[in-house]
């Protein structure tokens, strides 16, 4: 027993040592591996999930890629680890993995107490509800006495909670475990309707065996701010994710595309030109290459082409760009200067 | 009997048993319409099968769309088995890279030419020794790769049914030699290995395996130093070999108290020492009169390896599910698991088969 009372403060001590080398030099451990290790969801169509050939296809798959674009200059030196919804906290801070990736929200506990740091929001969602036409229900305020399809452990089901106590109405939760069950569970007609992230409800609708049957109710009833996060007090690090980010939405704003980056070297623009590493200065900022977000721009593309290529309109998914428009189209992606 | 027969004046011509008492009626009436219960419960079966197979048949197999797109698919009333055909090498490899996946499959086509070999008590002996860690040797190469000229596979992109395989396979193997030493420790009069065995065993029992895979997964890593990450797969794998060896030592354990008293005696007025006693007295017959517990223990721990998906890893199941999260494919969820099932299945049914011949060859009649 005195052995293990000795031992306890020694197990301790390790344990604080760890945690400390795990606040400093995430990028030279990285540079060091020869890759970003990024964790990210697996299983959500558009944001991350393996395609038939196993590739990795998503919106936050392509941020991560961009992290490794700025890194390495070299997009594909990234690994993914698929996460649940319940480890992927957990591995970000066991030092698992370097960032995640994983349409995790923003919010203040996740913040502090969980030791993150989120960094720029690359997509703004929000709750909303499905609900089949022959229900007769126009607003989410008809849903009183509802049965509703909802997945269990996220920020859904408590938003879903409360909503209905604000508006002092009633329901029944029916929870399924996994998205495609949650469909199916619906189209069966196993509860009145379904409540997802908005994201998710369009792609959901799509698969629904007659799909004009359906209807997207107009409410909104939750911010979902949904960020890559880092581990908290390696600011280097948490700058490099934040900007690889703020890279795609800012060439989309000063209308460099994958295609066209090339020829913008030669733009007599001040702006393109520290943005694109002509004009030195943003890469040693970082620690980076000169050419980190030409990289960015050249390998993954504007935060435009990551957006269409995932879940824009040609996917099945075809999201509008609404609150993820830029400032400059009535949306909430602004970036800030470059330099 | 002729010389009744014969009295009866019809020389020579036997009389058979009523036509309605043997052939097919004769069986139908025996063992399907024994008196009115079962004439009814008969009836009631035979409605049920007429009523649920030929649309089943209709579903899966007249109406089946074997190779078609996901458009035709919804436009079509019949099973969509289409999910399996387009997604097969992501659902059977997962990760592994597109244009290496003939190396995973020749692994498992060894894994199993073996396995049918070690099937046959007839090939036992050194040169299926050799044939094991020749063919162990091969399946590492090629999963693995990085040397022959083979393009290095991470173990990250393991995934599908070599995965599946992997886990089962190698935990029930280290699993059972495993638990038999436990459940020898258990029995020993040495009191500090005994209670190790106890705790062990009982603390293992204790928890559900999901928790361990956690432990392994999630808890194993705070304790490790940054940047020292043990591989996920062997964490897993070392988590069902520990779990699954408490279950077959106290199986085991259960033979060894079966043994005859006598049997011990006999050994030490032998002049045995404890390990020849162990070795060829006692195990020999305690082990074969727990081969069917400790089989349906296997194939429960066959099964549990789908419980990795919890911790990420893209098992059969996992890769299975990952497709059906496609848009494409989101409604086929029936068909994929009856995929699924019938894979399992197979994998049991070749388990319990073994095991029964096991036991019949083993029946040395004591």
Redesign the interface.
């Known amino acids: 027993m005195a052995r293990v009372q000795r031992m306890v403060p020694a197990v301790v001590t ?2 604080c040592l ?1 945690a400390g ?2 606040v400093a030099g995430t990028l030279d ?1 990285v540079k060091g591996k020869g890759f970003v290790q990024a964790g990210v969801n ?4 558009g944001f991350g ?7 990795w296809k998503g919106l936050d798959v392509d941020t991560a890629r961009a992290v490794a674009a700025a890194i390495f200059g070299d997009a594909e030196k990234v ?1 993914f ?4 919804a319940k ?1 992927r906290f ?2 970000l ?4 993995v370097d960032v995640l990736t994983r349409n995790a929200t923003q919010t203040l506990g996740r913040d502090t107490e969980l030791g993150l740091d989120f960094v720029q929001v690359n997509y703004y969602d929000g709750q909303g509800f499905l609900v089949p036409n022959k229900l007769g229900v126009k607003s989410a305020k008809e849903l009183d006495g509802a049965s509703v399809c909802v997945l269990p452990g996220t920020t859904t089901e408590q938003n879903l909670a409360d909503y209905f106590r604000q508006n002092k109405m009633t329901m029944k939760p029916v929870v399924i475990e ?4 949650l ?2 569970a619906f ?1 069966a007609g196993r509860c009145d309707c379904l409540t997802s992230d908005a994201s998710q409800l369009a ?2 609708r ?2 629904a ?1 007659n799909p004009t049957d359906y209807a997207i109710l107009p409410e909104i009833i939750s911010k979902e701010p949904l960020a890559p996060a880092v581990r908290h007090g390696d600011n280097q690090w948490k700058d490099i994710v934040n900007y690889a980010v703020l890279a795609m939405i800012e060439a989309e704003e000063l209308g460099i595309t994958s295609k066209n980056v090339d020829e913008m070297t030669a733009s007599a623009d001040p702006r393109i030109q520290r943005f694109l590493g002509v004009t030195p200065g943003n890469g040693k900022a970082l620690g980076l290459d000169e050419k980190w977000a030409y990289n960015i721009v050249k390998q993954v593309g504007n935060y435009s082409e990551v957006f269409e290529r995932n879940v824009g309109a040609a996917t ?2 075809m999201l509008k760009r609404g609150l993820n428009a830029l400032w400059t189209s009535g949306g909430l992606m602004y970036s800030p200067p470059f330099k | 009997m002729t010389s009744i027969t014969g009295s009866g004046g019809h020389a020579g011509r036997e009389l058979g048993p009523p036509v309605t008492s043997i052939g097919v009626i004769g069986w139908v009436r025996a063992n399907l319409c024994n008196g009115w219960l079962n004439t009814g419960l008969t009836l009631a079966v035979l409605y049920l099968l007429w009523a649920t197979l030929p649309p089943f048949f209709n579903w899966a197999l007249l109406d089946g769309n074997w190779f078609t797109s996901s458009e035709q698919c919804k436009a079509s009333e019949g099973a969509c088995w289409s999910v399996i055909t387009a997604n097969i090498r992501f659902i059977l490899f997962g990760f592994y890279p597109h244009d290496l996946q003939w190396r995973p499959l020749l692994a498992v086509v060894i894994l199993i030419v073996l396995l049918f070999l070690s099937r046959n008590r007839r090939f036992w002996g050194r040169g299926l020794l050799y044939g094991w860690l020749l063919g162990l040797f091969a399946m590492g190469l090629l999963l693995k790769g990085g040397m022959f000229g083979l393009v290095a596979v991470d173990s990250d992109n393991w995934g599908g049914l070599p995965l599946t395989l992997l886990l089962a396979v190698f935990g029930l193997a280290a699993a059972y030699p495993f638990g038999v030493v436990l459940a020898l420790g258990r029995q020993s009069q040495m009191p500090v290995i005994k209670a190790f065995c106890v705790v062990y065993i009982e603390l293992i029992r204790g928890v559900p395996l999901i928790s361990m895979l956690f432990m392994s997964s999630v808890v194993f890593p705070l304790f490790l130093p940054e940047g020292m990450t043990l591989n996920k797969i062997l964490r897993a794998q070392v988590a069902i070999i520990l779990f699954t060896a408490a279950y077959i030592a106290e199986v085991v354990r259960g033979g060894l108290q079966g043994m005859n008293r006598g049997q011990y005696e006999a050994a030490e007025s032998l002049g045995l020492n404890y390990f020849q006693t162990m070795r060829l007295i006692i195990l020999p017959q305690a082990l074969k009169i727990v081969i069917p517990p400790s089989v349906s223990i296997l194939i429960s721990a066959f099964k549990d390896t789908s419980l990795v998906v919890i911790i990420a890893l893209y098992d059969l199941l996992k890769t299975t599910q990952t497709t059906l999260t496609d848009p494409k494919w989101m409604g086929y969820s029936a068909e994929a698991y009856l995929f699924l099932a019938l894979i399992y299945f197979l994998c049991c049914y070749a388990m319990s088969n073994y095991s029964r011949k096991l036991e019949k060859e083993l029946d040395t009649g004591h």
């Not at chain 1, 999930?49 to 590739?55: A, L, T």
């Not at chain 1, 680890?81 to 649940?84: E, I, K, R, S, Y």
């Not at chain 1, 801070?93 to 698992?96: D, K, L, P």
């Not at chain 1, 996994?178 to 069950?181: D, H, K, L, Q, T």
Request: aromatic content about 4%; proline content about 9%; hydrophobic content about 35%.
């Open positions: 390790a344990l760890t080398v795990a451990d697996g299983e959500l169509f999930k393996p395609d038939e050939k196993g590739v690994k680890t698929p996460l649940t480890t957990t591995a801070q066991s030092g698992e996994s998205n495609a069950e469909a199916k189209f792609g959901i799509a698969v065996p099945p998914l």
